[in-house]
C-alpha cells in the first residue's frame, strides 16, 4: 500500500504543529481517519487540529465518550474513539453514519480507531497513520487520500 507523504516529528510539540498545519485546509463535511498505536499521538495530532481551526476547548480522547465535539472555531471538529465499538453496525445504530456524509456532517470529523468500523466510512477521506519509531519521542505521520 502507498503510504503517501511522510511527514517526521521529534516531539509532541511537532505532532501538535502538524494537526495545527493540517486545520488550515480542513471543510465541512472532511472525514480523517487516524490509525496508529497506542501511544502513538493520535490525541495530540487532534489537539493540533482543534487549535488549529480556533476552538479553545481542552482535547481529550474520547475512548469512553467515543465522541468529542469541539465547537468555537471556524469547523466543528467531531472527535470519535472507536476503540470500543463491536463493529460498524453498533456504530450505525448510534447514528454516526450522518458524521461521515459530506451532505448532513457539521462539520469536520476525525476519527480514532477506525478499523473497528471498517466499512461505515466510505471514500474519499484522508487516512493518517501515525507510528513510533526508535526514538524516544520521534514520531512517523504518514498522509494519503483514500478514494473510491
Not at 502507498?2 to 510539540?13: F, L, P, Q, R, S
Not at 470500543?84 to 456504530?91: I, M, N, V
Request: net charge negative; charged share 30%.
Amino acid at each position: 500500500m502507498d503510504k503517501g507523504i511522510c511527514i517526521v516529528t521529534e516531539n509532541e510539540e511537532q505532532t501538535i504543529a502538524v494537526g495545527e498545519k493540517i486545520a488550515g485546509v480542513l471543510q465541512k463535511g472532511d472525514v480523517l481517519v487516524l490509525k496508529g498505536d497506542l501511544g502513538a499521538g493520535k490525541t495530540h495530532f487532534v489537539k493540533g487540529i482543534a487549535k488549529g481551526v480556533g476552538s479553545g476547548e481542552l482535547v481529550t480522547s474520547p475512548t469512553f465518550t467515543i465522541l468529542n465535539v469541539y465547537e468555537g472555531g471556524r469547523v466543528v471538529i467531531n472527535h470519535f474513539d472507536m476503540y470500543r465499538l463491536s463493529g460498524k453496525e453498533e456504530a450505525s445504530e448510534l447514528g454516526f453514519e450522518e458524521y461521515f456524509d459530506r451532505t448532513t456532517s457539521n462539520g469536520a470529523s476525525v476519527v480514532e480507531w477506525p478499523e473497528q468500523v471498517e466499512g461505515l466510512i466510505k471514500p474519499p477521506y484522508y487516512e493518517i497513520e501515525i507510528k513510533k519509531t526508535d526514538k524516544d519521542e520521534q514520531r512517523k505521520i504518514y498522509f494519503r487520500r483514500v478514494t473510491l
